[in-house]
């Protein structure tokens, strides 16, 4: 039987789940920027909070891996409990890079390449450098230049649907 319950005042704690790409480059007490979507002054000024918790161990589901990190932000009279939150941490940042799709880039033999279309009309494979990467999004260091054509490849799932 449960007598009392105590809590912190000072604080709200919440989870954000974190991709398996994206886990090793966070950190205790690293900066996280929160805005609530029921409080319009946060959007443009988000509340200041930190990271409290990082987990060891993921959950998987459908093939993907993601770890719930804990936040704390300050206690706001306004904030209520089950809010919707989104929460920003910057992990990289980097000024005039040329960035493209995650699946545009094919890896083979150790090497990383892109199909580009070409001036004629036709496309051609071409290698690059890469640098940081989100789940979305891989930072091209060498081989391409802005302006340059990335072919996105287009997936199919094989069902013909009638």
Same mark, same amino acid.
């Given at each position: 039987?449960v007598? =009392?319950?105590? =809590?912190?005042?000072?604080? &709200?704690? &919440?989870?954000?789940?974190?991709?398996? !790409?994206?886990?090793?480059? !966070? *950190?205790?007490?690293?900066?996280?920027?929160? =805005?609530?979507d029921? !409080?319009?002054? %946060?959007q443009?000024?988000?509340?200041?909070?930190?990271?409290?918790?990082l987990?060891?161990?993921?959950v $998987?589901?459908?093939?993907?891996?993601?770890?719930?990190?804990? /936040?704390?932000?300050?206690?706001?009279? *306004?904030?209520?409990? $089950?809010?919707?939150?989104?929460?920003?941490?910057? #992990?990289?940042?980097?000024?005039? /890079?040329? @960035?493209?799709?995650?699946?545009? @880039?094919t890896k083979?033999?150790?090497? $990383? %390449?892109? #199909?580009? @279309?070409?001036?004629?009309?036709?496309?051609?494979?071409?290698?690059?450098?890469?640098?940081?990467?989100?789940v =979305?999004?891989?930072?091209?260091?060498?081989?391409?230049?802005?302006g340059?054509?990335? @072919?996105?490849?287009?997936?199919?799932?094989?069902?013909?649907?009638?």
């Open positions: 039987t007598i =009392s319950t105590i =809590s912190n005042n000072d604080m &709200f704690e &919440f989870q954000i789940p974190i991709d398996e !790409l994206d886990i090793a480059k !966070l *950190n205790y007490d690293q900066e996280v920027r929160v =805005s609530i029921a !409080l319009d002054d %946060t443009d000024n988000p509340i200041k909070g930190k990271i409290s918790k987990p060891l161990e993921g $998987s589901t459908a093939g993907v891996t993601e770890y719930y990190v804990t /936040v704390q932000i300050p206690y706001d009279e *306004n904030i209520r409990i $089950s809010m919707n939150a989104t929460a920003k941490i910057i #992990t990289h940042s980097a000024k005039n /890079v040329l @960035v493209v799709r995650v699946d545009a @880039v083979e033999n150790g090497e $990383s %390449t892109v #199909t580009i @279309v070409l001036e004629n009309g036709t496309t051609a494979r071409k290698a690059v450098e890469l640098g940081e990467r989100n =979305s999004y891989v930072e091209v260091k060498q081989g391409l230049a802005e340059d054509k990335v @072919v996105i490849p287009q997936f199919s799932t094989g069902i013909n649907f009638f």
